[in-house]
């Protein structure tokens, strides 16, 4: 299995935002305990400082994970959205994300012409474009080997019915 070049970068970014947030905490770690005319406020920044990161890192993780798979689900490049989410300062990217994903429309696989995401049937042709279970009728998707509903064994001839 080819590994995605975006999933290389994403990975990369993220080790060297923790190699740079270590190196952060422990200048604080070692400040903390130095002698300080102002009493303990190299213990209260290490605190604060502490506390926004993991915010941060938490909350930069969900945008992450959310954007991850709402891109997958969509048929974008997830890798490609989650990076650029995540690392484009100011929340840019997800912006970004966000106009893109209500803007691109992918294309219906019988006439080409661009449709929403959530469309079941092409407007234009009438194609199909969800995968249905022949056995119960419940929405499948194209990798799957069995119908989570039924158990019914799939293959991608008699899912398109």
């Not at 995605?4 to 190196?23: D, E, M, Q, R």
Request: glycine share 8%.
């Amino acid at each position: 299995m080819k590994t995605s070049p975006f999933k290389i970068v994403f990975w990369t970014l993220a080790a060297i935002l923790a190699a740079a947030f270590s190196g952060v905490l422990i200048f604080f770690i070692r400040t903390a305990g130095a002698p300080n005319v102002k009493g303990n406020f190299h213990v209260f920044t290490f605190s604060f400082v502490l506390a926004f990161a993991v915010i941060i890192i938490g909350l930069l993780t969900l945008i992450a994970i959310l954007v991850f798979r709402d891109a997958k689900k969509r048929g974008l490049n997830p890798w490609l959205w989650a990076m650029v989410a995540t690392f484009v300062p100011n929340f840019l990217g997800l912006i970004l994300y966000l106009i893109v994903r209500y803007t691109v429309k992918k294309p219906c696989p019988h006439c080409g012409r661009g449709l929403q995401g959530n469309f079941n049937i092409c407007p234009y042709c009438g194609t199909n474009l969800k995968l249905h279970c022949p056995e119960c009728g419940e929405d499948v998707l194209e990798e799957w080997k069995v119908c989570p509903h039924c158990g019914y064994k799939l293959d991608s001839a008699s899912a398109a019915e």
